[in-house]
């Protein structure tokens, strides 16, 4: 039997195993760059209690400047991407540590003579060894740095390979579930019962219903592969499809479409607005003394769409198969969800418009 694998993440590596390294790192150094005579006369005079302290000092101080160096990390991790701007991010993160750590030497090294009075003879080496020390320290503390910006990057890039996979396996699945819902057997049927009933009433009415039916699908065709189309094409399409939907339910489905030019040439992903009026359509009842109203608007970065409540049954309203599909699709093409709302009166899809 295997056993598991502990995985740390960057910050419990630098916690646990890169700080104390670099206290003792420091702490060494300091020693090799004092001169072997100061050493000898310190602990003649003071015995282990100067090398005690400094050890502690050096390495809170270290554990101080990795806990910065991570809370640095989280805060870059909002304005520079690992993923598209590593060169620029790994300066800043080392820039920002350089000078913290030199700062903080600065401080560690009053705090150590604070609680340590030297002996007259190390008075007028103290100002060396504190500007000495500082640098050292923030040039040990770079190479900590250097550890964790490497860590972190591999994790973040190994984290967006994984996404990146999952992202591809969703859009797989979402195509799949797209085709079954956009060439779903149950609308196919209820069009060509409808378009049996117009060829036996009104032959040229069934010849614009036929005409509707062969750009509903032939957009299905041709925009199965794509990510994205432009609004303007997605409202064609919806022109098509609302044609054969107010054929079959008449007065009682309304639908008002208000798009400022401005957004037509914006992008999401394709079928989304057929799938959800079928949506609309398909959870509600609708007749024309209670018709349903649907609503279609955008505002720059969202597209809206909403629709009175009058659910089929006791249920409630669900949302299905379809605005799983569309959810998926949208996370992929720009990582932003959709908002879905249910008002009680009323329910809400706003789809982000790239």
Known sequence: MKRPRLKLSPE?????????????????????????HIIDKLVKESGAFPFVLSFVVCMIGMAIVVEINIAV?????RFLKWNKQPLRRASVQFLIVAVVTALLSLTGSAIYFMLYQAPDF??????????????????????????YVTISFFHHWNFSQIEAERYKIAAAEAQIEALKAQLDPHFMFNSLNTLTELVEINSNKSLEFLKSFGQVYR???????????????????????????KTRFGEALQVEINI????????????????????AVKHNVLTTSKPLLVQITSDAQWLTVQNNLQ????????????????????????????????????FRVKIPLQ
């Open 12 to 36: 419990q590596w630098m916690r646990y195993l890169v700080s104390p390294l670099l206290g003792i790192a420091t702490n060494e150094a300091i020693k090799a760059t004092t001169a072997q």
């Open 219 to 245: 957009y299905v065709l041709q925009t199965r592969e794509h990510e994205s189309v432009a609004l303007q094409e997605e409202l064609d399409f919806a022109d098509a499809y609302l044609y054969l939907l």
């Open 73 to 77: 990390s989280r805060r870059l991790d």
């Open 122 to 147: 190390v008075q007028p080496l103290i100002f060396e060894g504190v500007i000495r020390n500082a640098l050292m320290s923030a040039f040990i503390a770079l190479g900590g740095a250097g550890i």
């Open 311 to 346: 659910p089929k049954s006791s249920k409630g309203y669900s949302s299905g198969i379809g605005l799983k599909n569309i959810t998926e699709r949208v996370l992929r093409l720009n990582q932003k969800e959709p908002v879905i709302e249910n008002g009680g009166a009323f």
């Open 260 to 279: 400022p030019e401005s957004d037509l040439s914006r992008h999401l992903p394709p079928m989304t607005l057929q799938l959800l009026l079928e949506n």
